[in-house]
């Protein structure tokens, strides 16, 4: 048994006893023992009662205060209570030092951060976020955040709670400010709020896009006229050196090839304007599919076997010829990529969640896993002697995704090397045209 219990059980045992005796003492007559006894046990109790007020003041402001020194079995008591006190503080100076430390880093980050509770209030942000969203941490704490950016895209950015991508948000409080922003879930229903200053990046690339569309104008009168040209000499009938043919041909085919360069060069710039708003009209895919068809015969020559499978009639709400472009561009490359004999499959059907998709499969020579993701890059070339002689321009399926996204929807590749691929664009409910039109 430790000393603590002993003073705390034996000592009054025995001033059990004392009583006891004591009493016997009264009993008999020995009143003097029994007056002794009673004094040493009203001290006894009146030190009892000094700890318990000492410890009740240091209960009432246990921080600044310093734990007492306690008599009897209370100083083993107190001598306890300081070392837990003590203790208590050293973790509490440590979480405010890391918290410190975690504040500097977050403050030196070159984005901003803010943190959102589950109901999308702040609960922290630091220097670089307040000057990107207007806030102010003394302030705005407790606040949503969505008071304060008030941005429509912004809070549906919110809402869909599908943030595989960053939202770039501009027309900010800052004016010109363009800033690209990222939600990260995290802990207990917590998230990030990531904000990145990509003005500069968007000025470079605002340059880069208009020097690509100024160039590809320049461009295309130039190659007009040389094409003109060369047609012009091919069509002479006294040209009879083999060689002159033989270049001449060259010549055309050369510059047919840098004619659709310059061609998609500009459908991309077009799209990539911002200026360049969306026509909605009512689009019959169906039909649609029935004129790709006759064009992927033109094109295959009958060396494949092309179909269309139509598994719904509903129409879509978007650009004809945007739709017209980026699924014909699917199909050739089906057909530029599917070895002689090989069949193409053109759908359209609706998906178990009510989704539009628009599919073209084909068994052609299929496409490596660690290809995929980079094929909707410009110029990017799996094969680059393959593409040259197909005559692709690899700008095809950079021009499918941007209009893909256009129309809100997604362009999917599923693909096995050897075993054909499959290129869909999957549309939302809201490209339905009952859906836009209502």
Same mark, same amino acid.
């Given at each position: 048994m430790n000393d603590?219990? &002993?003073?705390?059980?034996?000592?009054?045992f025995f001033l059990f006893l004392f009583a006891l005796v004591a009493l016997v003492w009264a009993l008999v007559g020995a009143l003097p023992a029994a007056l002794f006894f009673g004094i040493g046990v009203s001290v006894r109790l009146y030190l009892h009662l000094r700890n318990l007020a000492a410890f009740d003041r240091w209960l009432a402001d246990p921080d600044t205060r310093d734990v007492p020194d306690g008599t009897g079995m209370w =100083? %083993?008591?107190?001598? =306890?209570?300081? +070392?837990?006190?003590?203790?208590?503080? &050293?973790?509490?100076? &440590?979480?405010?030092?890391?918290?410190? #430390?975690? +504040?500097? $880093?977050?403050?030196?980050?070159?984005?901003?951060?803010?943190?959102? %509770?589950?109901?999308?209030?702040?609960e922290w942000c630091n220097p670089l976020a307040e000057r990107h969203f207007g806030l102010d941490t003394g302030r705005d704490?407790? #606040?949503?955040?969505?008071?304060?950016?008030?941005?429509?895209?912004?809070?549906?950015?919110?809402?869909?709670?599908?943030?595989?991508?960053?939202?770039?948000?501009?027309?900010?409080?800052?004016?010109?400010?363009?800033?690209?922003?990222?939600?990260?879930a995290y802990g207990d229903n917590k998230r990030l709020l990531i904000s990145r200053d990509i003005t500069h990046l968007e000025?470079?690339?605002? /340059?880069?896009?208009?020097?690509?569309?100024?160039?590809?104008?320049?461009?295309?009168?130039?190659l007009t006229v040389v094409n003109g040209f060369v047609e012009t000499l091919q069509d002479m009938p006294n040209l009879e050196n083999d060689m002159a043919r033989r270049a001449l041909a060259l /010549?055309?085919?050369?510059?047919?090839? /840098?004619?659709?360069?310059?061609?998609?060069?500009?459908?991309?710039?077009?799209?990539?304007? =911002?200026?360049?708003?969306? &026509?909605?009209? +009512?689009?019959?895919?169906?039909?649609?599919?029935?004129?790709?068809?006759e064009e992927g015969r033109s094109l295959s020559k009958g060396q494949h076997q092309l179909r269309v499978e139509i598994g719904c009639q509903e129409p879509l709400s978007g650009s004809a010829n945007e739709l017209h472009s980026a699924f014909g561009n699917l199909v050739t490359n089906a057909i530029r990529y599917t070895p002689q004999g090989g069949e193409?499959?053109? $759908?359209?059907?609706?998906?178990?969640?009510?989704?539009?998709?628009?599919?073209?499969?084909?068994?052609?020579?299929?496409?490596a896993p660690q290809h995929i993701p980079?094929?909707?890059?410009?110029?990017?070339?799996?094969?680059?002697?393959?593409?040259?002689?197909?005559?692709?321009?690899?700008l095809g399926l950079a021009i499918v995704k941007h209009i893909a996204l256009r129309h809100q929807a997604q362009l999917e590749?599923?693909?096995e090397e050897g075993s054909g691929s499959t290129f869909s664009i999957v549309f939302p409910l809201k490209r339905r045209w009952a859906e836009a039109s209502s």
């Open positions: 603590f219990w &002993q003073r705390a059980i034996v000592h009054p =100083e %083993d008591v107190f001598s =306890e209570l300081n +070392k837990l006190t003590k203790r208590r503080r &050293q973790e509490r100076q &440590q979480h405010a030092a890391a918290l410190l #430390q975690m +504040k500097q $880093a977050t403050s030196a980050l070159p984005e901003g951060v803010v943190i959102l %509770d589950e109901a999308d209030r702040i704490v407790g #606040q949503q955040i969505t008071y304060l950016a008030r941005q429509p895209e912004f809070v549906q950015y919110l809402a869909m709670n599908n943030f595989r991508e960053p939202l770039i948000l501009r027309d900010t409080r800052h004016g010109d400010l363009v800033l690209s922003v990222k939600l990260i000025r470079i690339e605002t /340059m880069r896009r208009d020097f690509v569309a100024n160039v590809s104008h320049e461009l295309r009168t130039p /010549m055309g085919e050369q510059t047919s090839r /840098m004619e659709n360069l310059v061609d998609d060069l500009l459908t991309l710039s077009r799209l990539e304007n =911002e200026q360049n708003v969306l &026509q909605e009209e +009512k689009v019959d895919v169906p039909e649609l599919l029935k004129i790709l068809l193409i499959v053109l $759908a359209w059907d609706q998906m178990a969640d009510g989704h539009l998709r628009f599919s073209v499969k084909d068994s052609g020579i299929g496409i980079r094929l909707t890059e410009r110029f990017y070339r799996v094969d680059r002697s393959r593409s040259r002689e197909t005559g692709g321009t690899g590749i599923v693909s």
